[in-house]
């Protein structure tokens, strides 16, 4: 019998958007609002979790059983401190683009399975949100100094002052 790739995803990402990122001059950079992109999910049926991680000087992929609560809370307080964060269905093919270039950007939306060809985060972010993808956490508003509504209370298109808010 020959060898078999068995190829489990997560039905359900979390991408997270950051405005800071962990490389130096990525942060000078004219990029927009967001720097930098990461992704987790859940796989039911090996009750475990899967934290991906893209830097250009090392990628982390952490695969934490769902058995190891306090593990499991550091890795999601990790990626979704400050964050904005999308959840996001891995589509019924859950193929994504190649992309010739790698950037945080390209290697989160080939592992979610996303069609986006962005190379930018905050172009992603709206190619997700056309894709079917809703708000699951908004960051703090460093505006405002507000902080984030509780986690998985912000939708999409929610309204502060009578204007739409922009993803």
């Not at 796989?43 to 306090?70: E, N, R």
Request: overall charge neutral; hydrophobic content about 35%.
């Amino acid at each position: 019998m020959p060898w078999q790739l068995v190829q489990l995803h997560p039905p359900v990402w979390f991408v997270c958007f950051h405005r800071t990122s962990p490389t130096w001059w990525v942060q000078r950079l004219p990029l927009g609002r967001w720097k930098h992109v990461n992704c987790f999910g859940f796989i039911p049926g090996q009750k475990t979790w899967v934290f991906y991680d893209y830097a250009l000087d090392g990628s982390q992929i952490a695969v934490v059983p769902d058995s190891q609560p306090s593990w499991v809370d550091a890795h999601m307080q990790h990626f979704m401190r400050d964050a904005r964060v999308l959840e996001y269905a891995t589509p019924a093919d859950g193929r994504g683009f190649w992309q010739p270039i790698a950037v945080c950007v390209s290697e989160v939306s080939a592992m979610i399975g996303s069609k986006s060809r962005a190379l930018r985060a905050g172009r992603f972010l709206r190619d997700l949100l056309r894709e079917g993808a809703t708000i699951y956490q908004r960051e703090p508003d460093y505006d405002a100094g507000h902080e984030s509504p509780p986690i998985g209370q912000s939708g999409d298109g929610e309204r502060r002052g009578g204007e739409r808010t922009d993803p």
